[in-house]
């Protein structure tokens, strides 16, 4: 079965440093983009960033643009989230998510539980 | 970038009633990529409908969907206890925003 698993989430400070990683099982992990979406207390998701299948290409939403940096390791099945300089705006359950291109549509179709972020001093 | 609003903002309803949820684009969004979460409390999203109409996989038919364009649409017959849930549209033309969530609550 298809599985995402998040770690490395925490209570960091501002202007800190702080890196996610999202581990897959169940399926071929090198043949699927991957996603990450935030989710702040009490408010809605927030699509962060994704990484290509191939690890090739990266996109990132305006608000992380320059301090957030996603790879991917195919041979150990994981992505990670670098996330530098962060801001109390940053705190959030981050998501990591697969990316479906069924030849017709585009979805995320498997997300995993989520990992804390919290950033205070 | 496309911003999709969702309404209303809280939906209040009985089990066994209809619910209808709307998702509006500020532009128009290929029906291809236009999809539905479902996210109950402490828990991640759920794929509910993708392609703006199809549903997912083990996804009950009391759950429906359309629309094209800048205007979509869920719809659930009826209601189920396990239906009360926040319900996001989202659309992946370019960037991958989402709606700001209805939440559908139990009155």
């Known amino acids: 079965q298809v599985q995402l698993v998040e770690s490395g989430g925490g209570v960091v400070q501002p202007g800190r440093s702080l890196s996610l990683s999202c581990a897959a099982s169940?399926?071929?992990?090198?043949?699927?983009?991957i996603h990450w979406v935030r989710q702040a207390p009490g408010k809605g998701l927030e699509w962060v960033t994704v990484?290509?299948?191939?690890?090739?290409?990266?996109d990132y939403a305006d608000s992380v643009k320059g301090r957030f940096t996603i790879s991917r390791d195919n041979s150990k099945n994981t992505v990670y989230l670098q996330m530098n300089n962060l801001r109390a705006e940053d705190t959030a359950v981050y998501y990591c998510?697969?990316?479906?291109?069924?030849?017709?549509?585009?979805?995320?179709?498997?997300w995993g539980q989520g990992t804390q972020v919290t950033v205070s001093s | 970038e496309i911003v999709l609003t969702q309404s209303p903002g809280t939906l209040s309803l009985s089990p066994g009633e209809r619910a209808t949820l709307s998702c509006r684009a500020s532009q128009s969004v290929n029906s291809n990529y236009l999809v539905w979460y479902q996210q109950k409390p402490g828990q991640a999203p759920r794929l509910l409908i993708y392609g703006a109409s199809t549903r997912a996989t083990g996804i009950p038919d009391r759950f429906s969907a359309s629309g094209s364009g800048t205007d979509f649409t869920l719809t659930i017959s009826r209601l189920e206890p396990e239906d009360f849930a926040v319900y996001y549209c989202q659309q992946h033309g370019g960037s991958y925003t989402f709606g700001q969530g209805t939440k559908l609550e139990i009155k």
């Open positions: 169940g399926f071929s992990f090198g043949s699927f983009g």
């Open positions: 998510a697969r990316d479906l291109w069924n030849g017709d549509a585009r979805y995320f179709d498997y």
């Open positions: 990484i290509r299948y191939d690890g090739s290409q990266q």
